[in-house]
């Protein structure tokens, strides 16, 4: 799944690069685009299951500035009992420079318990087949 | 009452100026510090009464840059049936060299009617000597 | 012009809505496609001349949830000598329910004498061809 | 070195939490008030060197809600040859309940050569000096 973005003035900081904390609404708002389309993210709500991320790990590597358009490419490529990984990469658009990667790591809050819950039945199917399907597209 | 803020690298944009957005957002922290030492709004959301901007008017005037320190005057200047307006005065600190002016209008919206309520009783009070004390100091 | 956007979990305040100075985002997002695909701003920044808002008045009139999609009509409506006005309305996706407009008051800052310079020439011409557009397409 | 926040309304996401890129600003925030006070960053400027973040690793632990008092500690706990990491731990203030922990490295590019450069002299000086103090005092 690819989520495209332009760099605007208002993503920068003060070297005149993305600045950090951005980069994670642009990783955030990629794995919503990815969930959205291939999850009932609403029925696992109702359910009481609340999507967390519990770690982020983010190497920065090179500099983004105005007027660049970015690419996120977002893969689920761990699926523990209780947690999964998602892989994401930055690039620039249609090369193969790398802006960032990060390694994201979530759990489903069961929120009558407050605790990480088991992942299993369809929605370990749901989340196994977005695994299968990211390892087909880069 | 007069909030502090030292701009910071991740509030600029490409012009190396605090970015507009951002100045909302030091309004926001100014207006909270002001409610929270003198209301009650927990009481007002037990109450089914929730605080909502309903305009924002604001002019840039000059720009802040890195490691500017910047004071926030904020006081309730109209108080109408159904609204107030906030004043809000941004300055390098110690100074009267304004960088920014804005007035901000609220309504305080019944949740139960989803409609602005009328401003009465003891928030009425509450409100009323918010803009008796703004009136003497800055 | 028009710009999309989905309202993402980042988006939100305590309320479940889109917070205030998030909505000054969309806004700049909406006016940066609407200038990079008719104005050669490179060029304006190679003369020494920085787009620069010096004004906006923003109207929240409903709120705007998780999941909601919503749009930006952003048109030129005023060109005076030295300031332009976009208004921008944002909706409800496919719907005349508006949540927000604003008015953004713009000038051209010669970087050289830090001044808001005349809008006359082959920039006019370009501002007033976008004003001519605008007035087209809602 | 110890910096205090607010928790407030635009700082949440559709849980009532701090949303995760926000806690990425609190933690430059607190590494900038600990560098500013104790290192001259315009005379690094001057000699062609950025601060520059590489890699970020954060652990989610506790959700924050709106009016809580958070404060992040933070420490330089290591210093190699070319790069050097912070720890900083989020406590719910005057407590020992920790929110979340990161450990944030950054190398200073010579912007001469946009190369990550040896951290010698006085520089490694000033940050020894601060590695030494931040182990005195949480």
């Not at 709500?45 to 991320?53: D, I, S």
């Amino acid at each position: 799944m690819v989520h495209t973005i332009i760099v605007r003035g208002f993503h920068l900081d003060l070297y005149g690069h993305v600045n950090n904390a951005r980069y994670l609404e642009f990783l955030e708002e990629a794995r919503w685009e990815l969930l959205d389309t291939r999850i009932d993210l609403d029925d696992w709500h109702r359910r009481g299951l609340a999507f967390t991320v519990v770690k982020i790990a983010i190497n920065y590597r090179l500099g983004a500035s105005l007027g660049d358009a970015l690419e996120v490419r977002t893969s689920l490529t761990r699926l523990e009992s209780r947690s999964g990984t998602f892989e994401q990469n930055i690039f620039f658009v249609g090369t193969e420079e790398k802006v960032a990667d990060a390694e994201v790591t979530f759990v489903l809050v069961d929120k009558s318990t407050a605790r990480a819950t088991q992942i299993k039945g369809d929605i370990r199917e749901a989340l196994t087949a977005l695994s299968d399907e990211s390892s087909h597209c880069p």
